[in-house]
């Protein structure tokens, strides 16, 4: 059984109950040693190894831990006198919950007596072998209940069906995260507020995709991102332009389409008249529109017309009819740079002149308004209605009960082709009969045909079919305590977990055939979705949300102290990490290299933020680092600042993040009404966050868990609150110490010594990484009993560089990803 802080160490959720013998018998095990050396029994019959190493842990457990975890005292509710630890099958969990605190040497506290290294390593080994061949006795699967898609699964999914591209964050709420992730089924529950946006969610989606024959006047505001310079190039736009910005927009149907400047920067005064400059706007990179702003004649107008001037002249940038095409497309709208010795804009200023460059010169304040259509002329063939209009009712003159047979016939087509896509195996006749309904219904109303095809789209996309994944019985006899996956079931398992959508035809054509099953198939399979860019979800909703660096907007650094921090360097950090975890993963290499790899992905101003000067330009290029410190994940923008508050870094944070993202063995939580104030003592002198610390660590309660914690945050002490490099604390005006000494007894200074020390010659980060694969694939909480697969899978993948490849494909010819429990 297992006490709170042990709860999250081991990854799946344990009673409250359980929680509290764990803690303990951490513990004890912590200080549990493995010499096996030759031993005569009190008998004197020579020991096996086996009985050599039960009875020196049942040592060491009487020495070091019965004195309170004892029958009488319990402390934490533990009695170890009384848990036989050559029995481990009998205690699985508590074992397993043990080792990762031994491993994380999270026990025995510190300010105890500590075993050596080689003595924690040794009891590991010794206790995983005792674990693994005691789990062909155990559960080799876990339950998943009924699966709700997410919200982000559910609009890729819709996107891939219909060929659109919403956004998930647009549609849907969000999601409930167990331990940064959202596809962990018991937590995706569905209230009717809930069922209600995802009906309405299914309506647009149908809207957009069919398009509108007889659409409504819409209007969308799109603005500028924040921070974007509007006097330099800006990337992603034509070179040769600056300033402007670039969206995407969906056109329901083809006609006129209207687009407003509102604001390009004609003010009160007539600075950004005085030269003459061009606008253009285009559409899927073809020029859609061009017009100039100032130069003599605006200046005139500007000058004598005030406020009805500045609307002169701004008319010409107001309601800019386009004829637009059904469909969506990018959307680019920038000034055309001109040459410097052309524009009198880039001449010196005077002293003490308070106006830069961009306030002399024209730029989009307010964005763009597209209203639209105007006019409408029909639907284009769009790749969304290529992909839904599998057959088109016959034309020509007919009488209307051959018209309505004839879109009857090519509805039923339109609604089997969708669903068994939708649905993700076949469907049989009367679930297509069950949506025509809704086509009929539709088809009542203005728009005819292709209003009943939208309601029969939208029927398809709120159908529990679609909605759910589940898990059934494929033949097992009914006492049976687990059930192998169809191979329909594990064609969507193995499509959501690469992909996060349903499976394409190749899968399903295999899964149909029921060759899916065989492992040697399920690993090809797996093996060509890997090399699909639709892996790419891997990065975005795995890799990000382990590393909790979907969140990077949480942490708002102060301007008074970081002055040149700004919105566009937060985009640049994570489009660094992003680029970064793509080219470990999706690359084949060692998934170690997280923690190493020299390599990074940097533009002008991130580089500048490093304090590396070869690199120009605001386009992102793969650069290969010098300085070491900048290597691995430790040494990225993100991860520093994510790590950190708002006005200074944060050791706790740091330390807290390396042992829960990267080692594996998150610490204890602090109680709730713990204080954790480190402000700077008031009437004293500054002192640096380090000494801080280590008065706050001195209190009575706190060094448990932050002798743990701190040392390993204080070696990343040299990086700043935004991740810059610095040597002296400025509030405290002292020199930045990152020696330290972790709970081992290893002294590490910075970074380098401390990635060695922590992973250097060990799978610790490897076992981690499986973990939460795994988990993310399951779409459940670990338990103690998918430890022993966890490892099988590490081990296998050893022969195999520890490539990304084969993991994943350890992980789907797993028991516990090919087979369920019963509930």
Same mark, same amino acid.
């Given at each position: 059984?297992?006490?709170?802080?042990?709860?999250?160490?081991?990854?799946?959720?344990?009673?409250?109950?359980?929680?509290?013998?764990?803690?303990?018998?951490?513990?004890?095990?912590?200080?549990?040693?493995?010499?096996?050396?030759?031993?005569?029994?009190?008998?004197?019959?020579?020991?096996?190894?086996?009985?050599?190493?039960?009875?020196?842990?049942?040592?060491?457990?009487?020495?070091?831990?019965?004195?309170?975890?004892?029958?009488?005292?319990?402390?934490?509710?533990?009695?170890?006198?009384?848990?036989?630890?050559?029995?481990?099958?009998?205690?699985?969990?508590?074992?397993?919950?043990?080792?990762?605190?031994?491993?994380?040497?999270?026990?025995?506290?510190?300010?105890?007596?500590?075993?050596?290294?080689? *003595?924690?390593?040794?009891?590991?080994?010794?206790?995983?072998?005792?674990?693994?061949?005691?789990?062909?006795?155990?559960?080799?699967?876990?339950?998943?209940?009924?699966?709700?898609?997410?919200?982000?699964?559910?609009?890729?999914?819709?996107?891939?069906?219909?060929?659109?591209?919403?956004?998930?964050?647009?549609?849907?709420?969000?999601?409930?995260?167990?331990?940064?992730?959202?596809?962990?089924?018991?937590?995706?529950?569905?209230?009717?507020?809930?069922?209600?946006?995802?009906?309405?969610?299914?309506?647009?989606?149908?809207?957009?995709?069919?398009?509108?024959?007889?659409?409504?006047?819409?209007?969308?505001?799109?603005?500028?991102?924040?921070?974007?310079?509007?006097?330099?190039?800006?990337?992603?736009?034509?070179?040769?332009?600056?300033?402007?910005?670039?969206?995407?927009?969906?056109?329901?149907?083809?006609?006129?389409?209207?687009?407003?400047?509102?604001?390009?920067?004609?003010?009160?005064?007539?600075?950004?008249?005085?030269?003459?400059?061009?606008?253009?706007?285009?559409?899927?990179?073809?020029?859609?529109?061009?017009?100039?702003?100032?130069?003599? *004649?605006?200046?005139?107008?500007?000058?004598?017309?005030?406020?009805?001037?500045?609307?002169?002249?701004?008319?010409?940038?107001?309601?800019?009819?386009?004829?637009?095409?059904?469909?969506?497309?990018?959307?680019?709208?920038?000034?055309?740079?001109?040459?410097?010795?052309?524009?009198? *804009?880039?001449?010196?200023?005077?002293?003490?002149?308070?106006?830069?460059?961009?306030?002399?010169?024209?730029?989009?304040?307010?964005?763009?308004?597209?209203?639209?259509?105007?006019?409408?002329?029909?639907?284009?063939?769009?790749?969304?209605?290529?992909?839904?209009?599998?057959?088109?009712?016959?034309?020509?003159?007919?009488?209307?009960?051959?018209?309505?047979?004839?879109?009857?016939?090519?509805?039923?087509?339109?609604?089997?082709?969708?669903?068994?896509?939708?649905?993700?195996?076949?469907?049989?006749?009367?679930?297509?009969?069950?949506?025509?309904?809704?086509?009929?219904?539709?088809?009542?109303?203005?728009?005819?045909?292709?209003?009943?095809?939208?309601?029969?789209?939208?029927?398809?996309?709120?159908?529990?079919?679609?909605?759910?994944?589940?898990?059934?019985?494929?033949?097992?006899?009914?006492?049976?305590?687990?059930?192998?996956?169809?191979?329909?079931?594990?064609?969507?398992?193995?499509?959501?977990?690469?992909?996060?959508?349903?499976?394409?035809?190749?899968?399903?054509?295999?899964?149909?055939?029921?060759?899916?099953?065989?492992?040697?198939?399920?690993?090809?399979?797996?093996?060509?979705?890997?090399?699909?860019?639709?892996?790419?979800?891997?990065?975005?909703?795995?890799?990000?949300?382990?590393?909790?660096?979907?969140?990077?907007? *949480?942490?708002?650094?102060?301007?008074?102290?970081?002055?040149?921090?700004?919105?566009?360097?937060?985009?640049?950090?994570?489009?660094?990490?992003?680029?970064?975890?793509?080219?470990?993963?999706?690359?084949?290499?060692?998934?170690?290299?997280?923690?190493?790899?020299?390599?990074?992905?940097?533009?002008?101003?991130?580089?500048?933020?490093?304090?590396?000067?070869?690199?120009?330009?605001?386009?992102?290029?793969?650069?290969?680092?010098?300085?070491?410190?900048?290597?691995?994940?430790?040494?990225?923008?993100?991860?520093?600042?994510?790590?950190?508050?708002?006005?200074?870094?944060?050791?706790?944070?740091?330390?807290?993040?390396?042992?829960?993202?990267?080692?594996?063995?998150?610490?204890?939580?602090?109680?709730?009404?713990?204080?954790?104030?480190?402000?700077?003592?008031?009437?004293?002198?500054?002192?640096?966050?380090?000494?801080?610390?280590?008065?706050?660590?001195?209190?009575?309660?706190?060094?448990?868990?932050?002798?743990?914690?701190?040392?390993?945050?204080?070696?990343?002490?040299?990086?700043?609150?935004?991740?810059?490099?610095?040597?002296?604390?400025?509030?405290?005006?002292?020199?930045?110490?990152?020696?330290?000494?972790?709970?081992?007894?290893?002294?590490?200074?910075?970074?380098?010594?401390?990635?060695?020390?922590?992973?250097?010659?060990?799978?610790?980060?490897?076992?981690?990484?499986?973990?939460?694969?795994?988990?993310?694939?399951?779409?459940?909480?670990?338990?103690?009993?998918?430890?022993?697969?966890?490892?099988?899978?590490?081990?296998?993948?050893?022969?195999?560089?520890?490539?990304?490849?084969?993991?994943?494909?350890?992980?789907?010819?797993?028991?516990?990803?090919?087979?369920?429990?019963?509930?």
């Amino acid at each position: 059984m297992v006490t709170p802080s042990l709860g999250r160490a081991i990854i799946s959720p344990l009673k409250r109950a359980q929680r509290k013998q764990a803690l303990c018998l951490g513990i004890a095990v912590a200080a549990l040693t493995t010499a096996v050396g030759g031993q005569i029994r009190p008998d004197g019959s020579p020991a096996t190894a086996a009985s050599r190493g039960a009875e020196q842990a049942r040592n060491t457990v009487d020495t070091y831990c019965v004195g309170c975890h004892n029958g009488r005292a319990k402390a934490g509710g533990l009695a170890l006198d009384t848990i036989p630890v050559d029995a481990v099958s009998e205690h699985p969990d508590v074992w397993e919950a043990a080792v990762r605190k031994l491993r994380g040497r999270l026990m025995p506290p510190p300010g105890t007596r500590q075993p050596e290294q080689r *003595e924690i390593d040794s009891f590991i080994t010794w206790m995983e072998a005792q674990l693994d061949a005691a789990a062909a006795r155990g559960p080799v699967a876990g339950h998943v209940p009924v699966q709700r898609l997410t919200r982000t699964e559910y609009a890729t999914a819709v996107n891939d069906l219909l060929g659109l591209e919403l956004e998930a964050k647009e549609l849907l709420p969000a999601e409930i995260e167990v331990n940064g992730f959202e596809n962990i089924a018991t937590a995706l529950s569905v209230s009717p507020a809930f069922l209600d946006q995802y009906v309405a969610a299914a309506r647009r989606a149908a809207r957009l995709a069919v398009g509108e024959p007889v659409p409504k006047v819409g209007s969308a505001h799109y603005v500028k991102a924040k921070g974007d310079d509007q006097a330099a190039h800006v990337d992603g736009l034509p070179l040769g332009t600056r300033g402007g910005m670039k969206f995407r927009h969906t056109f329901p149907a083809d006609g006129e389409y209207r687009f407003t400047f509102p604001d390009l920067g004609v003010d009160l005064y007539t600075r950004v008249v005085e030269t003459k400059h061009t606008l253009v706007l285009l559409i899927d990179g073809r020029e859609a529109f061009r017009e100039s702003l100032g130069g003599p *004649e605006d200046m005139k107008t500007v000058d004598r017309g005030g406020a009805p001037g500045r609307a002169k002249v701004m008319e010409r940038f107001t309601n800019v009819p386009v004829q637009v095409k059904a469909g969506t497309y990018d959307i680019a709208v920038a000034f055309i740079e001109r040459a410097r010795i052309e524009s009198d *804009e880039f001449v010196g200023f005077l002293p003490g002149d308070e106006f830069s460059r961009g306030d002399r010169i024209p730029r989009l304040v307010d964005g763009v308004t597209v209203r639209g259509p105007f006019n409408a002329t029909g639907v284009s063939d769009t790749l969304s209605r290529q992909k839904i209009f599998v057959c088109h009712p016959q034309g020509g003159p007919r009488t209307a009960l051959n018209k309505e047979s004839d879109e009857r016939a090519c509805a039923r087509r339109i609604a089997d082709t969708l669903a068994r896509r939708a649905f993700r195996r076949p469907v049989t006749a009367d679930e297509v009969e069950s949506l025509l309904p809704y086509f009929d219904d539709g088809r009542k109303l203005p728009g005819g045909f292709d209003t009943g095809v939208e309601h029969l789209v939208a029927a398809v996309l709120v159908s529990p079919e679609f909605l759910y994944r589940g898990a059934g019985a494929a033949g097992e006899p009914k006492g049976s305590p687990v059930q192998t996956l169809t191979d329909l079931e594990l064609a969507s398992r193995l499509s959501f977990f690469l992909w996060n959508q349903g499976p394409d035809d190749a899968l399903l054509k295999v899964a149909t055939a029921k060759r899916l099953s065989d492992p040697v198939a399920l690993r090809a399979q797996a093996l060509r979705m890997l090399k699909d860019p639709r892996a790419a979800s891997l990065v975005r909703n795995f890799a990000l949300k382990s590393f909790d660096l979907d969140t990077l907007a *949480e942490v708002q650094p102060d301007p008074n102290l970081f002055p040149t921090f700004s919105e566009l360097l937060r985009q640049d950090m994570a489009t660094e990490a992003e680029a970064f975890l793509s080219s470990v993963l999706l690359e084949e290499r060692n998934i170690g290299d997280l923690l190493t790899a020299s390599h990074t992905f940097l533009n002008e101003r991130l580089a500048r933020h490093y304090g590396l000067k070869t690199v120009f330009g605001p386009q992102f290029r793969r650069v290969t680092l010098d300085d070491p410190q900048r290597w691995g994940l430790l040494g990225k923008g993100a991860v520093l600042l994510h790590t950190s508050y708002g006005n200074r870094t944060s050791p706790v944070l740091r330390g807290a993040w390396v042992m829960g993202k990267l080692m594996g063995t998150p610490p204890t939580p602090p109680p709730p009404d713990v204080d954790t104030d480190l402000s700077q003592p008031k009437g004293e002198p500054p002192k640096t966050l380090r000494a801080r610390l280590e008065s706050h660590r001195s209190k009575p309660g706190c060094r448990q868990c932050h002798g743990v914690i701190d040392p390993i945050g204080l070696a990343l002490e040299n990086y700043d609150a935004i991740g810059r490099w610095r040597t002296i604390d400025s509030e405290a005006n002292a020199p930045i110490e990152a020696s330290t000494v972790l709970p081992d007894g290893r002294p590490v200074d910075g970074p380098l010594q401390l990635q060695q020390a922590l992973f250097g010659g060990r799978d610790l980060f490897i076992r981690a990484f499986t973990e939460k694969l795994t988990m993310y694939a399951l779409g459940r909480e670990l338990r103690a009993y998918d430890m022993p697969q966890i490892r099988t899978v590490v081990r296998r993948a050893a022969t195999q560089n520890y490539r990304l490849s084969a993991i994943v494909s350890g992980i789907v010819t797993s028991d516990a990803f090919r087979m369920q429990a019963r509930d």
